[in-house]
Every structure is written in structure tokens, then in C-alpha cells.
């Protein structure tokens, strides 16, 4: 495979909401499955979101646990992974969280003429780069670039336009999907995908590999049907 295997992580509610319309972030997990996705992280080389899951959460995206971390430095990686944010304006925060935490490299990906403006406010930072995905952006772009740095395992952690852009583009080997028992209900509320032309439609499905309960969570665990 010439691209990073590639896991689509989401958690949502049981009408496919991941958030409600309120200020604060909803908690659709619970500490067992937030532990879950910590190990997955630990086992991935790099992870993803989109522009607006940094606006919005403002995320760290660290591997949490000092075991996990520790393990990983005896391997020879970085404690936490590479972090890659997709953005087509190039409108950043410098001082967010995603660019002044981890001991890993952060890569944005733009394309057109935010490029220009995205290395003008960001490549200056520590261990940050910026890089062309073409414009539109181009998600087998992103992951062959993503390959000739050496990730074999990424992780896709949103928010919709992103899972949605990698799931229409077929790019998807593996989606782990938490399930919380409640309904948001909220017609504003995002989702975990928006319409497109997907890849596994009714003619194409996906192949359920696993499903569980991590306490009240339901984790479901799907594979592209060609997958070994």
C-alpha cells in the first residue's frame, strides 16, 4: 500500500449527531472508551482533524497515558504521534493547543491561496510544516505525502468534513464508531458525516468486524470488505 493504513475514530450519539448546538463540548463517552482510543493513538505515527475541530474543541491531540508514552520512546518514536490539521483558508491560531504541545511534528495541509498566507503565520513555529494538498484538497494527496513521512498508521479524528471528504474518496480501511445511548435531537447539530457520494454505498458495504459495550457505549468496529 502505497498510503498510510487509515482509521476513521468517531464518537456520536444515536441519532449520528457528534455534538449538540450548546457552547460547551458534549462528553459522548465514558472513561473506558476514552481510554480505548488513547491506545489506539499510541499504536497509530500520526493523527488528523480538520480546521474546525481546532477552532472549536481546541484539542491537544496527545496520547494521554505515561505507560503508553514511555513505550513508545523505547521504540524509538516520539511519546505522541504527528499531528495534521486540514485547512483550506490557512486560518490558524499559532497559539493553539494542536501547535504548542506534543513532542512530535505538526504538518497543516492547504492548498490554493491560503498556502502562501498558512507558511507566512505558521512554518515559523517549532517543528511545524506546511504543505500543498491542492485546491480543492486532495485527500490521496494528503496520505501519499503523509507516506514519504514515514506514517504507516493514521488516525482520522474529524470533525464531519473531514470523515466525510476521506469516506467519499474511499479512503477508509477501518472506521471505529462509539455509540452513546441518547439522542441529541438538535437540527443544527453536527454530524458525523454531511451528504456525499459515498464510497460504501448499499452496492459497496463496509464488513462489521466487531462490535461491543464498553459500559452503556456501543463500539462498532468496520472494515473495508476487501480487508484481510
Not at 487509515?6 to 462528553?27: H, K, N, V, W
Not at 512554518?123 to 506546511?130: I, K, N, Q, R, Y
Amino acid at each position: 500500500m502505497d498510503r498510510p493504513y487509515t482509521i476513521l475514530s468517531c464518537a456520536m450519539s444515536l441519532d449520528g449527531c457528534i455534538d449538540d448546538t450548546g457552547p460547551d463540548r458534549l462528553r459522548l463517552s465514558n472513561t473506558a472508551d476514552f481510554d480505548e482510543v488513547d491506545a489506539l493513538r499510541a499504536d497509530c505515527d500520526a493523527i488528523l482533524v480538520g480546521a474546525g475541530t481546532l477552532r472549536s474543541d481546541d484539542p491537544r491531540l496527545l496520547v494521554r497515558s505515561a505507560e503508553r508514552r514511555r513505550r513508545r520512546i523505547a521504540e524509538g518514536r516520539t511519546g505522541d504521534l504527528v499531528k495534521v490539521v486540514l485547512s483550506a483558508s490557512g486560518d490558524l491560531d499559532p497559539d493553539a493547543r494542536f501547535f504548542t504541545t506534543g513532542d512530535a511534528g505538526k504538518v497543516v495541509y492547504t492548498g490554493g491561496s491560503a498556502l502562501e498566507k498558512a507558511r507566512t503565520r505558521l512554518s515559523a513555529l517549532p517543528g511545524t510544516e506546511v504543505a500543498d494538498a491542492g485546491d480543492p484538497l486532495r485527500p490521496e494527496r494528503i496520505l501519499a505525502d503523509l507516506a514519504l513521512r514515514g506514517v504507516r498508521r493514521l488516525l482520522v479524528e474529524g470533525g464531519t468534513r473531514v470523515h466525510t471528504l476521506f469516506l467519499t474518496a474511499g479512503l477508509a480501511d477501518e472506521l471505529r464508531l462509539a455509540i452513546a445511548p441518547f439522542f441529541i435531537g438538535e437540527p443544527g447539530a453536527p454530524r458525523f458525516t454531511g451528504p456525499g457520494a459515498f464510497a460504501n454505498g448499499p452496492g459497496a458495504p463496509l464488513r462489521l468486524a466487531q462490535t461491543r459495550a464498553v459500559g452503556d457505549i456501543a463500539v462498532l468496529r468496520y472494515l473495508r470488505a476487501d480487508a484481510a
